[in-house]
């Protein structure tokens, strides 16, 4: 089965700290993404990544860094963490999808992490 | 821009009752679609998927959903709700270079 691990369930974190949520999937995906989870508003996309040390902005960007030095792990940083970041978040990783490219890779899905819900106080 | 719409937040439906949640799409090309479902406290599992081909798809727990170009729709339906069923549903859209995009999702509680 694919796994997708998120470090840590619950964080709690003041406002101001450098916050780093870490991610690691298991099953050689080129794509990884990280998302914020806020009741309403759905699942927002804050980066992804579809190769290593490769990185797209997504829709709420702001306030928010990744990086990702191996194929497998792809990280999540506050850089100064705000009361307004207080939230779930949870981590995605999926094949290369799209009409070209190997039979593989064009019939997946994203398997997601159980999700880090995070507290900034 | 590529865009999901889910227009019920809630949801109620007895168990056993048939449920359909809504799910609309705004996107230029052929879309990949998704439905997952979340559990309280849980990451999110995917139900079914939309590549191409039969418009109907077949997914697990005994849920379907039908892909209508037309209305832009990707709707999700089940004949027979369980207690367990209760959870939130969200649909998702592959939308530009390999990223996926979601709906708001909406609530299904489900009555004795």
């Known amino acids: 089965d694919v796994k997708v691990t998120q470090s840590s369930r619950y964080l709690v974190k003041r406002t101001g700290e450098k916050v780093f949520l870490e991610c690691v999937q298991d099953m050689d995906h080129e794509n990884m993404f990280w998302y914020r989870q806020d009741p309403g508003l759905g699942l927002r996309l804050i980066y992804f990544s579809y190769d290593v040390k490769m990185k797209e902005k997504g829709d709420i960007p702001e306030g928010y860094s990744v990086s990702r030095e191996k194929k497998e792990r792809f990280s999540l940083i506050l850089e100064s963490a705000s009361t307004n970041q207080t939230s779930m978040y949870l981590c995605?990783?999926?094949?290369?999808?799209?009409?070209?490219?190997?039979?593989?890779?064009?019939?997946?899905?994203?398997?997601f992490g159980q999700g880090t819900r995070l507290t900034v106080v | 821009a590529q865009s999901v719409t889910q227009p019920d937040i809630h949801i109620t439906v007895s168990e056993g009752a048939s449920l359909e949640l809504r799910c609309n799409y705004s996107y230029g090309a052929t879309p990949y679609l998704f439905w997952y479902v979340q559990s309280p406290g849980q990451g999110l599992q995917l139900l079914l998927k939309?590549?191409?081909?039969?418009?109907l798809v077949q997914g697990i727990k005994g849920f379907e959903a039908e892909f209508k170009r037309s209305q832009s729709s990707f709707n999700l339906r089940k004949p027979s709700v369980h207690w367990s069923d209760a959870a939130e549903y969200f649909c998702?859209?592959?939308?530009?270079?390999?990223?996926?995009?979601f709906g708001t999702g909406t609530r299904l509680l489900v009555s004795p």
């Open positions: 939309y590549f191409s081909g039969d418009t």
């Open positions: 998702a859209l592959k939308s530009g270079f390999q990223k996926l995009v």
């Open positions: 995605a990783s999926s094949s290369w999808w799209g009409p070209t490219g190997p039979e593989r890779m064009k019939n997946t899905e994203a398997f």
